[in-house]
């Protein structure tokens, strides 16, 4: 039986959310409500009468075309069989086209490769291994590769940014699994011992010096500290607002979606992490440090606080999300890796994002504004 695309309500589309084992928080109907400046629908794909598949779909309009839209779903859509996707995506298609979207952005949860922690701590060591994909794989997923043949053979073009971070969600990410190949829960002492001996003993460190992380509210808090990080890394911070509508639209969706983790020494906020679950996926969201009192290892602690409740919950997966694939020791990105790959967990490649061009004139005059504007951001202006 074909598949029709339809929209759904918020209702409908957190039900099915709620059935699956894993779906992206980009993939929820609370994550329209934080991306304020998108109008945001629900979408299911039915077989007949059964809902079988939901996807969020943001909608951006072009500048002084506004009838036309961006239709971007963010790691998604959420949907079975992806290896069969031009069943999924054609009444996809349509529906937006139809709906007046010059052009469609999608990114398939699905994975092509994987690299072991050591793997990726050789490659740093190497000066030969510039980035990820010139290790072999540790793992290769042919769904991965059947996916991205079949987007490539429809006509979907590839968003592959040289540094693996553009406009959209990066490529690479870095994850850490909470079972054993078998299917079997792995344990606080497990993941301790598949962590480097730097990470073992800041946690240690951590607990020595008195460091408590507690769950709690105090998004103020967090953002005079996020700011601070901001400064201190030289990156632009999110507003509070941004923050607020997270935690509200989030946790009116689901109480357990979100949570603020805050490590405190000797009553000062050393640390504090945003840590966000949808069904056995966890993911570390937002991270801040103080640049005072760095020798008690607040971040650590925060992120073994996180990782510890992600396992006690039945969680899959602690996901650190987005890395670059350099492996250059001299690339100022390398030293995130690095810090990731201290958890002992592997980096990811998914298929990455996709764009299915709809109305060519608009969408070339859509990515010429990208560009001038991504020209003159990195230009200060």
Not at 99 to 108: E, K, N, S, T, V
Not at 145 to 163: C, F, I, K, M, N
Not at 221 to 245: K, N
Not at 264 to 272: F, I, K, N, P
Request: charged share 25%; aromatic share 10%; glycine share 8%.
């Amino acid at each position: 039986m074909g598949l029709t695309v339809v929209p759904i309500s918020a209702a409908e589309h957190v039900a099915f959310v709620r059935k699956q084992r894993s779906v992206s928080f980009l993939q929820t109907p609370a994550w329209g409500r934080v991306k304020t400046e998108w109008r945001s629908e629900s979408l299911g794909w039915y077989a007949g009468r059964t809902l079988v598949g939901a996807g969020l779909v943001l909608h951006r309009p072009v500048p002084r075309l506004e009838r036309f839209t961006l239709a971007y779903l963010p790691q998604g859509p959420a949907i079975d069989s992806p290896g069969e996707i031009d069943a999924w995506l054609d009444p996809l298609t349509a529906h937006l086209e139809a709906d007046g979207a010059f052009a469609i952005r999608l990114g398939p949860p699905v994975r092509t490769n994987t690299w072991s922690a050591a793997q990726v701590k050789e490659g740093i060591a190497d000066p030969g291994i510039e980035r990820l994909t010139d290790l072999p794989s540790q793992q290769t997923d042919p769904l991965g590769a059947r996916v991205t043949s079949q987007l490539r053979d429809a006509g979907w073009l590839p968003q592959y940014p040289e540094d693996g971070f553009g406009a959209g969600q990066p490529q690479f990410t870095y994850e850490l699994p909470l079972r054993h190949p078998d299917g079997q829960s792995r344990t606080e002492d497990d993941l301790l011992a598949g962590m480097n001996q730097l990470w073992r003993r800041n946690i240690k460190k951590a607990a020595k010096e008195g460091v408590e992380v507690t769950v709690g509210e105090d998004l103020k808090a967090f953002h005079d500290l996020y700011v601070h990080t901001a400064e201190r890394d030289r990156f632009t911070p999110r507003p509070l607002r941004y923050f607020e509508a997270m935690f509200a639209a989030m946790s009116a969706e689901d109480p357990e979606r979100i949570a603020l983790y805050l490590a405190r020494h000797q009553g000062d906020l050393v640390a504090a992490a945003i840590l966000v679950r949808v069904g056995a996926h966890a993911w570390y969201t937002y991270g801040a440090s103080s640049t005072e009192k760095r020798e008690v290892r607040g971040s650590n602690a925060c992120q073994w606080a996180m990782i510890r409740d992600s396992l006690a919950a039945g969680c899959d997966v602690y996901d650190l999300r987005g890395i670059t694939p350099t492996l250059d020791a001299d690339d100022p990105h390398v030293g995130l890796i690095q810090f990731k790959v201290g958890t002992g967990g592997q980096a990811v490649r998914y298929v990455g994002e996709w764009d299915l061009p709809l109305r060519p004139m608009v969408y070339r005059a859509f990515d010429l504004y990208m560009r001038r504007r991504g020209s003159l951001r990195r230009r200060g202006r």
